[in-house]
């Protein structure tokens, strides 16, 4: 069984480019929600995916955007990048039966200059 | 006010001391509580995971819930060099939203 993976491990974009950030789920996991941690700070909801479908979003602006595909890996994709978007993005995944126990990924390293 | 406050230390303490961490919420819907791990640059790993209100232990972790008073807390007997990590709470209703707190940062003094 494999855990849940991320790519790239780290990234560099300028203000104003866009970026796409995958994630596998873990095998058996149907649901994945993306997170934003800042530097020093707790891990911020930005949505989840439920079988190909957004099912709650957290306070984050239309420009962060995702898939999830049939297999149930994912996609976080970011326009018109602000340097506030600097951070670990992380996603995490689970079975929508077991919902306290999310596994993530070791996460993606934004960096916006 | 934030839903999750958590005291981002840090917290030091020598090898083999009782750990206590905690965190405060605002919010009596929430009924899912989780602990989690997070060494430097690493995403969280799942360390406890509790419905509802009571004690779950898994070795030597214990971890609390209190949701009369709106209050968790984690506890980590016998502490390990290795143990050095930030720590972060997390809580949800059953829905799509896990609030997570702050961190906070410990070390565990060989």
Known sequence: ETGVTQSPTHLIKTRGQQVTLRCSSQSGHNTVSWYQQALGQGPQFIFQYYREEENGRGNFPPRFSGLQFPNYSSELNVNALELDDSALYLCASFDAGSLGEQFFGPGTRLTVL | ????????????????????????????????????????????????????????????FTAQVDKSSKYISLFIRDSQPSDSATYLCAMH?????????????????A
């Open chain 2, 1 to 60: 006010q934030k839903e999750v406050e958590q005291d981002p230390g840090p917290l030091s303490v020598p090898e083999g001391a009782i750990v206590s961490l905690n965190c405060t919420y605002s919010n009596s819907a929430f009924q899912y509580f989780m602990w989690y791990r997070q060494y430097s640059r690493k995403g969280p790993e799942l360390l406890m995971y509790t419905y509802s209100s009571g004690n779950k232990e898994d070795g030597r």
């Open chain 2, 93 to 109: 209703t059953g829905g799509f939203k896990t609030i997570f707190g702050a961190g906070t940062r410990l070390f565990v003094k």
